[in-house]
């Protein structure tokens, strides 16, 4: 049986490739780039300090959808926040948070 890879998973191949060398900020500004030109997700990043959660970089909006926000902490006092996930299944965006997570994990601070 021949195992197919899926546009997603090449998608994730590619940008953990584009981040690897990046520091942390430019490597988080990279995926929310990627990820909005490929799947119109709009995601930014925010440095997260008790309950005050302070933009760092990404696609935010000028008015975000505040009733559609979703934030996700990813670890090292950074957050993900999205008011859309694009196209993204609910798969992919578990994917994607994950490979978030492991890339804050590896990279130092913003």
Known sequence: MVSATSHFDL??????ERTGELE????LGE???????AYGTRLWFAEVLGRR???IV????EQPALSAVQRVP???GIGLV???WGSLSGDEVACLIDFLGRLVASKGSP
Request: proline share 3%; aromatic share 10%.
């Open 53 to 55: 959660w302070s933009y």
């Open 58 to 61: 990404g696609e935010r909006p």
């Open 11 to 16: 998608w994730l191949q590619d940008a953990e």
């Open 24 to 27: 942390l900020r430019g490597a």
């Open 31 to 37: 995926v929310a780039r990627l990820a909005s030109k």
């Open 82 to 84: 999205s008011d859309t």
């Open 74 to 76: 990813l670890g090292r």
